[in-house]
């Protein structure tokens, strides 16, 4: 199995680097890694990390080059445009397989498990702003994990193989105006009329919802128990009754478009239901596991790259006549959130090792996404203050952070959801 994943990422290293001569070169890295086996086994022993092998830090590094290339050299400019390419950026991330990395294989994916696409959350993170890799992640971790897991193999062919290519883009229609965090009061319905679902409703917080060619969409399809009277549909975007409504202007997040949408007499075929109909709801809080810790993921490296540029910044910045770092309130303050971020990271770590082994990590999800979003919340307004004026204008890292971080805690469940989930694995909410 080891062997097998080492000769895919090498694969997928050549395959965006040098395309043209894909095949001969991965032949002959398959020939060469298949020589060196039993050394590259002894060598893995030595790779000191929870859970990540000498195959995780290979495809982070071949992300990393691809975030410099192809991504960062143009984040300013998308943040000014309030949007960034979606299909050209996903094209060159599906090209290089980053958009399939647990996706099986026979439909274009790498059939890698989901510590990879922790490892590639937390490269994501290291793209300076938030709105990029949260678009990202909507394709790859948010919209997509129902449709491969229980998806018939015509939505397969049809959405999952285009989007994992990067030839589309994918958004998720699940909150409303009047349901955000509370999924089961979605008000959206698809009444079944022959062998078609006719969609009226709306959506709202839609990211990439602009650009997209395809919803994933949990929609009503019957009148019974809010949790057994939900579906998942994959719903084309360029239908007839499909309304853009707006587009919201948000205080963070900025490159990563975000509307609203209206239907209106949609129709849709009833074959394109995801799964079972009426199990949505489940699929959708199954698919809510893996986009939380993917955001915890993600929002680590942040934090990290905060703390790391506050450190250099202060190092250099002086105040009654020594450095901002060396002010005892400064570096302890500094020592605190780096001591608090270690200790989310091996949470994060944890859960993802029992998700992989097929535990449920509902309860630890909910942990990792709550300490996620109150420490960038912590992390963003200390590293802040430590920058002065400087913190407080557009040009800086930390200012961007400040404000993209705060969804952390609203996105993908509210914090006091999060709690909710906590107190029940608990046994500690009230008794009806």
Not at 63 to 78: C, R
Not at 139 to 154: K, N, Y
Not at 227 to 255: E, Q, T
Not at 291 to 296: D, F, T
Request: proline share 4%.
């Amino acid at each position: 199995m080891a062997f097998c994943k080492r000769v895919r990422l090498l694969n997928l290293t050549c395959r965006h680097f040098y395309p043209s001569s894909f095949v001969c070169i991965s032949r002959k890295i398959s020939e060469n890694v298949s020589s060196k086996s039993k050394a590259s086994a002894s060598a893995d022993s030595t790779i000191d990390h929870p859970i990540y092998t000498p195959e995780h830090f290979a495809l982070k590094e071949s992300l990393n080059k691809i975030i410099e290339q192809e991504i960062n050299p143009y984040v300013d400019q998308w943040e000014k445009a309030g949007q960034f390419p979606a299909h050209k950026i996903f094209k060159i991330l599906g090209n290089a397989g980053f958009l399939g990395v647990t996706k099986p294989i026979e439909y274009g994916g790498l059939g890698l498990d989901f510590s990879y696409s922790v490892a590639v959350s937390e490269e994501l993170g290291n793209i300076r702003c938030g709105g990029v890799p949260m678009a990202i992640g909507v394709q790859t971790d948010m919209a997509t994990p129902a449709l491969a897991r229980f998806g018939s193999p015509e939505l397969k062919k049809e959405f999952l193989v285009p989007t994992i290519l990067g030839d589309k883009v994918c958004c998720l229609g699940v909150s409303e105006v009047g349901a955000g965090s509370d999924v089961a009061s979605i008000m959206t319905k698809a009444v079944r009329k022959g062998d078609e679902f006719v969609i009226n409703g709306g959506k709202m917080w839609t990211t990439s919802g602009g650009q997209a060619d395809w919803m994933c969409l949990l929609a009503n399809t019957s009148d019974g128990p809010p949790h057994k009277n939900k579906s998942l549909i994959c719903l084309p975007m360029n239908l007839p009754g499909i309304h853009i409504a707006r587009k919201i202007n948000k205080i963070g997040m900025w490159s990563s478009d975000t509307v609203e949408v209206f239907f209106d007499d949609v129709r849709v075929p009833c074959k394109n239901i995801i799964g079972q109909e009426g199990m949505g709801f489940t699929y959708q809080m199954l698919q809510f596991q893996e986009e939380r810790l993917w955001g915890v993921a993600n929002i680590l490296t942040m934090m990290d790259n905060v703390i790391r540029d506050t450190i250099q910044y202060t190092r250099q910045r002086k105040i009654f006549k020594q450095p901002v770092l060396y002010h005892q309130s400064v570096h302890f303050r500094l020592a605190e959130l780096e001591t608090e971020l270690e200790l989310l990271r091996s949470l994060l770590y944890r859960a993802t090792a029992l998700y992989i082994k097929g535990n449920d990590v509902t309860k630890l999800a909910s942990m990792a996404k709550l300490k996620g979003g109150r420490l960038a919340r912590e992390v963003g307004d200390s590293c802040l203050q430590y920058w002065g004026g400087m913190g407080y204008t557009s040009e800086v890292l930390v200012s961007r952070f400040y404000r993209d971080a705060r969804l952390m805690s609203i996105g993908a469940g509210a914090d006091e959801v999060m709690l909710s989930i906590i107190c029940k694995y608990m046994d500690t909410l009230p008794r009806k």
